[in-house]
Structures are given as C-alpha cells and as structure tokens.
C-alpha cells in the first residue's frame, strides 16, 4: 500500500496461459513441497472470502477425483479442505476403481482476471502493453518477475522448460460434475453454460498451435468420465503454456543487482498458478 505500480506485458490477461486454465484449485504435483502445499491452502481460503470477486466468478462446487486402478488414497490435505471423502462404488464411473471428492473452488479465468485487471487500474496502477527484452529497459526501483515459462530469456534460468497443455471448451449439454482423472490428467469441468474438457502435459513442447489428434485424444478419454459430452459441441480450442520448473518448482526470491536495484523472481509455478496464486 502507498506504492506507484505498473504492469508491463506484451499481450492482454485474456491472451495468458491463465486465461486457458480449467481452472480449480487443486495442489496438482506440488503436495510434497511442504511450503507450497500451504500457499495452496492459503490460496483455498481466500477465494471463499469473495475479495476481488464482486461478479462471483471464483465459486464452489463439488469436485471427483478418481482413479482407474487400485486405492486412490488420501491426500495429506484431506482435512483442510470442505466435506472430504471417499466415493461410494455407486458414485464411481464405468472403468474407474476408486476415487473421492470434496467442496472445491472453480474460477473462470477470463472474467476473473478482468476483474483483476479493472480492480487494479481503479487503484491507480497502469498497465502498458509493450515487450521487454531486458530488465535494464525499466526504470522502476523494484521489479517482480511474473514471466511464467518466458522467464528464462530475462534470467537465463534453464531449469524453466513449457509444459504445454490443450483444451477444449464445449456448449454443456447437462453436466453438473467436475471430474478429474489424476492419472492421465483428464478432467471435464462444467462452468455453467460451457464446458473446459482437458487435458494433456507436453514438456519441452513450445508450440501454440492446436492439435487435432491431441483434440480427438483428449475427448476420447474424457467421454470415459463422462458419457454425456457425446452430445457437447465443441465451441473452440485452447493451448496454454504451463511454466515448469525442474528439479526445484516455483521461484520464489529476491535478487540485488550490482546497481542496488530489486528483482523479486516468481515464476515456475507449472500447472498450479490457480492454486498458488493467493498464498
């Protein structure tokens, strides 16, 4: 608070990797890294305080986790999370051995992070739409570095590498349930009039063009969680790409430069930016 801000990107919120994000929370490959899993808590709980959020586009609802082999197990976060617990076999689909489910959060993205956006400019803060090429462009005192997986032609961090990802958003032909296969990371997640049917991690690929057989992979694998998408129209296709970090995940630190200037890093946090984003 106090601070004059600016956002420099060379493209708008709604042309982002966020904005092609399913999106809900869920610690997706990041439960093991004890300070991350509590950002991601911190994150749970501040979307039901419905800041930022006047339109409601953060809202709950039930999520299915399931598995098609063996025990899906719990999750170390089972208890901090609203009405955890296992699936009766009744609740299980077709093809599917175990699974569980809980009160989560869904986000839809573009209206979200246009809200963001206008919330940010009535406090004063501008947004200039240009590239930057070098830190050294900016004259600002202080720098956070949100460039997701295009962090390293800024840092020359090699660790960073595109996951990318496809989605199909689909017209909702009745589908209530959001269901996530966490084996082969296909999930179906109706935000009420359309659909964001998903999905796929491709590592190293950098490539924003769509793939119709990843297109005809991925609904095939979804139609086995749920059977009503073979009446869903396919309105439009989507790729995003996941700024991965290996072997360390997110970077999260503050770097002085020789001239005294600060450069707070934050990028790498893969497919988890919705989960991590608040805490």
């Given amino acids: ?86 699936l009766s076999p009744q609740d299980i689909p077709q093809n599917y051995d175990s699974g569980y489910k809980f009160r989560n959060i869904a986000v839809r993205t573009p209206d979200y992070l246009a809200q963001l956006a206008e919330h940010y400019k009535t406090q004063g803060g501008n947004i200039h739409s240009r590239d930057v090429q070098s830190f050294d462009e900016l004259s600002e005192d202080i720098l956070i570095n949100c460039t997701g997986v295009y962090a390293g032609a800024l840092t020359e961090d090699t660790d960073i590498t595109p996951g990318r990802g496809q989605v199909l958003v689909t017209d909702n032909p009745g589908i209530s349930d959001f269901i996530t296969d966490k084996v082969s990371i296909t999930y179906v997640y109706p935000h009420k009039e359309y659909i964001i049917v998903g999905g796929c991690v491709e590592t190293g690929n950098w490539s924003l063009e769509t793939d119709p057989a990843r297109s005809e992979d991925i609904m095939q694998r979804a139609l086995l969680l749920e059977p009503k998408l073979k009446d869903a129209k396919i309105q439009k296709t989507l790729v995003g790409l996941r700024p991965v970090r290996k072997p360390a995940p997110v970077r999260l630190e503050a770097e002085t430069t020789p001239t005294g200037r600060t450069i707070i890093h934050n990028y790498g946090h893969a497919g988890a930016g919705w989960s991590l984003c608040w805490g």
Avoid at 35 to 58: I, K
Avoid at 60 to 85: H, R, S, Y
């Fill in 1 to 86: 608070e106090g601070y004059q801000t600016a956002i420099y990107t060379n493209k708008p919120a709604a042309d982002t990797t966020s904005a092609v994000a399913a999106a809900t929370w869920f610690p997706y490959a990041i439960a093991e890294e004890a300070l991350l899993l509590r950002w991601a808590l911190s994150t749970y709980r501040f979307y039901q305080t419905g800041r930022f959020d006047p339109q409601n586009n953060a809202y709950l609802m039930t999520m299915k986790n399931v598995q098609p082999d063996g025990d899906i197990g719990t999750p170390k976060w089972a208890n901090d999370v609203f009405n955890f617990e296992h």
